[in-house]
């Protein structure tokens, strides 16, 4: 069967070049376009958390091993309150057992080396900003803001959360993401210390007045952390004046061991406010020749910590679909990916959005019976919901074989 000629990719992030891997792993002649002019500019942003499903997803083109040699693997997800009480501790070892894949927490820079060596530097166009695109019945072609254009048999926009080729597609009337109320605040600090961040623990500090800290250690030197500021906490923290380190120092000052040392340790440029989106799940990714994945389809809040995921997920999941399609049949094969994979998407941008309204609550007594709440529930209830969510029965079925042997599904994907 003749499958299709040619993929456009437009974006270089986490979804771009997942699908754009999955491609060639295909056979299929694959370009990817970014706007950002150089490779350094790619590198950029903080650490984060893959979960068992994305080392899973991974799998199926060949890539878990390379991603996890460069990640530290976590053995517990431990939630606190603000005093330090711990609420609940989830053990992850049984789990990553279990379904055969790790959950790892790593550089955003170190993802992307391995999926851009994966993809290879000479499939990449830097410095090309989509405009537009115009489509006919046996192809598409891409329009950039330097004039050039290209070709090929599908365009797959991974342009992120403010994706042009999602307006393209609605034709203007698209509305703008939606913001979640609260503002997370990046950065890698320079802070050995076992006692101080253990190895392995996934840290997620639930506070008063609106205020959340998540952090872990990345390797022997280097500490992630995430500062969650509601928008009434953050009016309190005074940039301009004190500086964005010494603020968070303020607004943190009464939190307990390692929070204060953490922040006090982090050089000024390196922390990143990011004020937090996604979009109301409302499907139409797939329209023609031309589809989305990653935020561009699908953004979704950090409280999962499955943003990511999900861009590889569908990355992966659409790569197998193209990789069985026909020219004629692209805008079919689309429309059975979305059809595949929007429900599970859903579920977590949903959930996601949930679990950050918890954060947003003020009151001291409010907090308190998150407190219990969280206490009671979240060693049972919680992390079965979490792990259904994100492992959609694979922890029943067993451990998934390496790539090569028997390919695993990825939950709600086709293939
Ligand atoms: C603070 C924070 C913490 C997070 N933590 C986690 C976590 O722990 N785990 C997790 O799984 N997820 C996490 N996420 C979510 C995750 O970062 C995103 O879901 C993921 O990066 C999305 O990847 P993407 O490739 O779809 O989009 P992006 O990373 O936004 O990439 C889009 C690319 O397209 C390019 N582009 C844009 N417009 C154009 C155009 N017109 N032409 C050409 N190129 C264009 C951009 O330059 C960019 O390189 C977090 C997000 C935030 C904000």
């Not at 590198?43 to 460069?70: K, P, Q, S």
């Not at 190895?199 to 959340?212: A, D, E, S």
């Not at 992966?316 to 026909?326: E, I, P, S």
């Not at 689309?334 to 950050?356: C, H, P």
Request: glycine residues 12%; proline residues 5%.
């Amino acid at each position: 069967m003749a499958t299709i000629r040619k993929a456009l990719v437009i974006g270089a992030g986490i979804g771009g070049l997942t699908t754009a891997a999955g491609l060639l792993r295909q056979g299929i002649e694959t370009e990817v376009f970014e706007a950002r002019r150089s490779p350094g500019l790619l590198l950029t942003g903080g650490g984060f958390m893959l979960w068992h499903n994305a080392f899973l997803a991974l799998r199926r083109i060949g890539l878990d091993e390379a991603v996890a040699a460069d990640s530290v693997r976590m053995r517990f997800h431990e939630f606190r309150s603000d005093t330090g009480r711990r609420l609940a501790r989830w053990h992850l070892d049984g789990p990553t057992e279990r379904c055969g894949a790790p959950a790892c927490a790593l550089r955003r820079s170190s993802l992307h080396t391995v999926l851009t060596e994966a993809v290879g530097e000479h499939r990449m166009r830097l410095g090309s900003r989509l405009t537009g695109y115009t489509e006919d019945g046996d192809g598409v072609t891409a329009h950039f803001a330097d004039g050039s254009s290209a070709r090929g048999d599908v365009l797959i926009g991974a342009d992120g959360l403010r994706s042009t080729v999602r307006a393209e597609m609605r034709r203007g009337f698209e509305p703008p993401p939606r913001y979640a109320g609260y503002t997370a605040w990046q950065a890698i600090t320079r802070l050995p210390g076992e006692t101080l961040v253990p190895t392995g623990t996934f840290f997620n500090l639930w506070g008063r007045g609106g205020l959340r800290f998540l952090y872990c250690r990345l390797n022997e030197k280097e500490v992630y952390w995430d500062a969650i500021t509601s928008d009434r906490a953050s009016a309190g923290i005074d940039t301009v004046r004190r500086g964005r380190r010494d603020a968070l120092a303020a607004a943190y000052r009464r939190w307990p061991d390692p929070v204060g040392r953490i922040i006090a340790s982090t050089e000024e440029e390196a922390i990143l406010p990011v004020a937090i989106h996604d979009r109301p799940p409302r499907g139409g990714w797939a329209h023609g020749r031309v589809v989305l994945v990653g935020d561009a389809a699908h953004p979704m809040t950090l409280n999962l910590s499955q943003g990511a995921g999900q861009a590889i997920e569908s990355g992966v999941a659409l790569a197998a679909v193209l990789g069985r399609t026909r020219p004629a049949d692209v805008p079919r094969a689309l429309r059975a990916f979305e059809e595949s994979r929007a429900s599970r998407a859903a579920d977590m941008v949903t959930t996601s959005w949930r679990i950050g309204t918890l954060g947003l609550v003020h009151s001291a007594p409010l907090c308190r019976l998150r407190d219990l709440m969280m206490y009671a529930f979240f060693d049972s209830v919680a992390r079965g919901q979490s792990y259904g969510l994100m492992l959609d029965g694979r922890l029943e079925r067993g451990p998934v074989p390496p790539a090569g042997a028997a390919v695993g599904a990825v939950p709600g994907g086709t293939g």
